[in-house]
C-alpha cells in the first residue's frame, strides 16, 4: 500500500524499469463487482495492477454525498487481497490536496452538459484527480467503467489533449439480475427504492427495442425513456437525453439517464444500437 505519491511514482518505474506493464485502477473504494470486473481486465493486460481508492473531496458539489459516501476500508482490503492486485495507492485527502493547493484541470465541451451542468465542478474535480493519479503512477493503461459513460469522455479527452502516455481502457456496465447498475451509491436505496431503481434499466432496455424497431427520433426516444417513470412514484427524471458518446451533444445513439429514487441520485446509459444485456 502506497501513501504518497513519491513512494508510488518510485515502485511504478522500477517495475516499468523491470520491463513490467502497469495497469491503473482508479476507485472510490466501497468495491463491488463492477470495480473488481475492471481489475480482472487490467490483470489480463498487465503485469502490474495498481487500484486507486480514494474518495476525492474536489469532485463532489456543497450539499452532496462526500461525508456521508461509503466508505468500508476493511471490506475493500479483503476484496483488494482476494483480487490479488498489486498495489494500492490511498492517499489522504491533505496528502492530495494540501494547503494551498490550488490548481484545477478543466476539460471545456464534452464536461460542461449533462452530468457536468447536473454537478457544476464536478469534472474539474475528476479530471483533476485522475491527472494526479496518472502523474503518481505512471500507468500504461488505465480502466475506466462505461458505468460513468460521461466521465470515460471526460478522461479520453484530458490523455488526449494533454498527451497522457496511458491508454484508456473501458470496462462494460456490470448489473445486478434485475438490470440495476452496480454502484457504491445503491447502498443508500432502502428495499422500496432498490425496486423502483430497476427502471433507469428498464428504460433503456425499452429505448434500445424502440430504435432496433427503427425509430431513429432523438425526441421520441427521449419520451420513450421518460415514459418508463411515470409508473415509478419514487422516480424523478433529472435528464434523459440520446447523445454522441464522445461529444455528450445531442443527435447520437448513448441513452443516457439521471434520475433520484427517493433522495438518491442514480445515473445510467446504454448504447442504443447495441442490444440490452441480460
Ligand atoms: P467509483 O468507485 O464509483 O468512482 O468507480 C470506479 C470505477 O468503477 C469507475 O471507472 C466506474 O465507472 C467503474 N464502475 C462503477 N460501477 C460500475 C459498474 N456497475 N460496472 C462497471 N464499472 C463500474
Redesign the pocket.
Known amino acids: 500500500m502506497y501513501e504518497a505519491p513519491a513512494a508510488m511514482l518510485a515502485a511504478s518505474r522500477r517495475w516499468r524499469a523491470q520491463g513490467l506493464e502497469v495497469g491503473l485502477?482508479?476507485?472510490?473504494?466501497?468495491l463491488?463487482?463492477?470495480?473488481l470486473?475492471?481489475i480482472e481486465a487490467a490483470r489480463g493486460e498487465n503485469s502490474m495492477v495498481v487500484v486507486s481508492v480514494f474518495v476525492n473531496p474536489i469532485q463532489f458539489g456543497p450539499g452532496e454525498d462526500f461525508a456521508r459516501y461509503p466508505r468500508d476500508p476493511a471490506h475493500d482490503a479483503g476484496v483488494l487481497i482476494g483480487a490479488g492486485v498489486d498495489a494500492v495507492y490511498q492517499p489522504s485527502v491533505e496528502v492530495m490536496y494540501p494547503p494551498g493547493s490550488a490548481t484545477r484541470v478543466h476539460v471545456s465541451g464534452v464536461g460542461d452538459s449533462l452530468e457536468g451542468a447536473a454537478r457544476p465542478g464536478h469534472f474539474e474535480g475528476v479530471a483533476t484527480v485522475v491527472t494526479k493519479l496518472f502523474t503518481a503512477v505512471e500507468p500504461d493503461r488505465a480502466?475506466?467503467?462505461?458505468?460513468?459513460a460521461q466521465?470515460?469522455a471526460v478522461v479520453k479527452r484530458l490523455a488526449r489533449d494533454l498527451d497522457l502516455p496511458v491508454e484508456i481502457r473501458v470496462?462494460?456496465?456490470?448489473?445486478e439480475e434485475d438490470g440495476l447498475?452496480?454502484?457504491?451509491r445503491n447502498a443508500y436505496l432502502n428495499p422500496e427504492e432498490r425496486t423502483a431503481a430497476a427502471s433507469l434499466s428498464a428504460a433503456l432496455r425499452l429505448a434500445a427495442a424502440a430504435y432496433s424497431a427503427g425509430e431513429r427520433s432523438p425526441d421520441e426516444l427521449r419520451k420513450v425513456l421518460c415514459g418508463r417513470f411515470e409508473a415509478e412514484p419514487l422516480a424523478r427524471v433529472e435528464y434523459a437525453e440520446v447523445v454522441d458518446p464522445e461529444t455528450f451533444t445531442s443527435p447520437g445513439t448513448l441513452a443516457v439517464l439521471a434520475v433520484r429514487i427517493g433522495k438518491t441520485r442514480l445515473i445510467d446509459n446504454h448504447e442504443l444500437s447495441k442490444v440490452f444485456p441480460g
Open positions: 485502477v482508479p476507485t472510490m473504494g466501497a463491488h463487482a463492477g470495480h470486473s475492471l480502466y475506466f467503467g462505461q458505468k460513468d466521465q470515460v470496462g462494460p456496465t456490470v448489473r447498475a452496480l454502484s457504491s
